[in-house]
């Protein structure tokens, strides 16, 4: 899920390191060259490679740093998701290469090819935040001038409610449709009617730069000095500390749906990281030789 350029650059002011020494000279060549990460998401097909939706268009990319361009299509991907049961279909939003919005857009093998499914309202929307229920397909949530829902796969979308301010990232929940998260510049809000209405989820309200939430319910946050979080049921845990990153933050956070323990997260700094301990310890997705 994209976040918005303002809202990153507000976060920016936080302070930033450079970090790509731990990886191969190519790989950290082909982070820069493909501009913004917009979204990261496990490919259902293969799990040990990541779809990696960029600025220039969408990839595949493994832990050798071999990078595959998925097709000659040079999206813009601002909005990226894969679908929760059906490996080749994966959802966008976000901008042609020729200019413009590409509404709410789908491929169903494997990212090869897009259509549009829908304008969206008011559109052609640009979702830079966009998610979808684990817990219904069907739901999906974007944002565009307030927050918008497709109860059918995104063929029909309607306003549910004004947006919360500065918000950063969407989440919905994966054990109930109507439950949505956003990580927004105040902190981490939740809503159980489908957007109309928002409560504080955690008490700090240092910026929250990424919601996720996995298949089994949990909800991952990365607060700004405060450090990356995890919420099962009712109880947060700090599962890293934000010293542990220096000055980085997390940006977008992929959860391997087979193993709850292997996450994916890219930082602010451009890296790609990779944990196989549920997010306590973090090292190159890419490997240096």
Do not use: C
């Not at 050798?64 to 894969?82: C, I, L, Q, Y």
């Not at 200019?99 to 309202?121: E, H, M």
């Not at 919601?211 to 909800?219: F, I, T």
């Amino acid at each position: 899920m994209q976040k918005s350029t303002a809202l990153l650059a507000f976060l920016l002011s936080f302070g930033t390191m450079s970090a790509h020494a731990a990886e191969p000279p190519a790989f950290a060549k082909f982070m820069k060259q493909a501009g913004h990460i917009h979204g990261i998401a496990v490919n259902p097909s293969e799990p040990s490679q990541l779809y990696l939706a960029t600025h220039r268009g969408l990839y595949l990319a493994s832990p050798d740093g071999k990078t595959v361009r998925v097709s000659d299509v040079n999206h813009d991907f601002m909005g990226f998701a894969v679908h929760p049961t059906e490996p080749n279909r994966l959802f966008g939003s976000g901008h042609p290469a020729g200019g413009g919005n590409l509404g709410f857009i789908a491929s169903t093998d494997g990212g090869k090819t897009w259509r549009q499914l829908s304008p969206g309202v008011k559109g052609p929307v640009d979702f830079h935040a966009m998610t979808v229920s684990k817990a219904d397909s069907k739901v999906v949530y974007g944002l565009h001038g307030g927050i918008q829902i497709s109860r059918d796969g995104g063929q029909t979308w309607t306003i549910t409610g004004p947006a919360p301010d500065q918000v950063i990232d969407l989440a919905a929940s994966a054990t109930d449709t109507r439950t949505l998260y956003a990580g927004t510049t105040e902190g981490v809000l939740e809503s159980k009617d489908e957007g109309r209405s928002w409560q504080p989820a955690y008490l700090i309200t240092r910026p929250a730069s990424l919601v996720e939430a996995d298949k089994d319910g949990a909800l991952y946050v990365f607060m700004i000095k405060v450090g990356f979080l995890k919420r099962q049921g009712h109880d947060w845990t700090r599962l890293a500390s934000a010293s542990d990153f220096g000055e980085r933050y997390f940006t977008h956070l992929a959860v391997d749906p087979n193993d709850a323990k292997r996450l994916y997260a890219t930082t602010s700094t451009g890296e790609l990281l990779a944990s196989t301990d549920g997010g306590q310890h973090w090292q190159p997705f890419v490997l240096g030789s």
